[in-house]
Nanobody, 128 residues
Framework: QVQLVETGGGLVQAGGSLRLSCAASGRTFSNHYAVGWFRQAPGKEREFVAAITWIGRTTLYGDSVTERFTISRDNAKSTVYLQMNDLKPEDTAIYYC????????????????????WGQGTQVTVSS
């Protein structure tokens, strides 16, 4: 089974940037259909941020991060990145990556319940 480790979180001022990484171990991402990023702020439900399919490199984004965040992957490193620009205080949350093992309809990649394995998360805090 794949294990996921997220890194790159931290404290940043509003308008700044961070790049999160999600590294796979045990198995590579090529054995899975897609990788997604979600976030959860205190007292709120887990929110879809972005996803990328491993074949075809199709990407999806949550409405609140479109044109500010970019998801990408590095096959050789079996790592998925989330480049976050123009960060806002409302982006403050724990960010999680997750893998979806089998093929699914693209819109369903927005549903946290469809993912099979999750990382432990990395904290992102944006100060105003």
């Amino acid at each position: 089974q794949v294990q996921l480790v997220e890194t790159g979180g931290g404290l940043v001022q509003a308008g700044g940037s961070l790049r999160l990484s999600c590294a796979a171990s045990g198995r590579t991402f090529s054995n899975h259909y897609a990788v997604g990023w979600f976030r959860q702020a205190p007292g709120k439900e887990r929110e879809f941020v972005a996803a990328i399919t491993w074949i075809g490199r199709t990407t999806l984004y949550g409405d609140s991060v479109t044109e500010r965040f970019t998801i990408s992957r590095d096959n050789a490193k079996s790592t998925v990145y989330l480049q976050m620009n123009d960060l806002k205080p409302e982006d403050t949350a724990i960010y999680y990556c997750a893998v979806k093992n089998s093929r699914t309809l693209l819109p369903w990649l927005r549903r946290a319940g469809d993912y099979d394995t999750w990382g432990q998360g990395t904290q992102v805090t944006v100060s105003s």
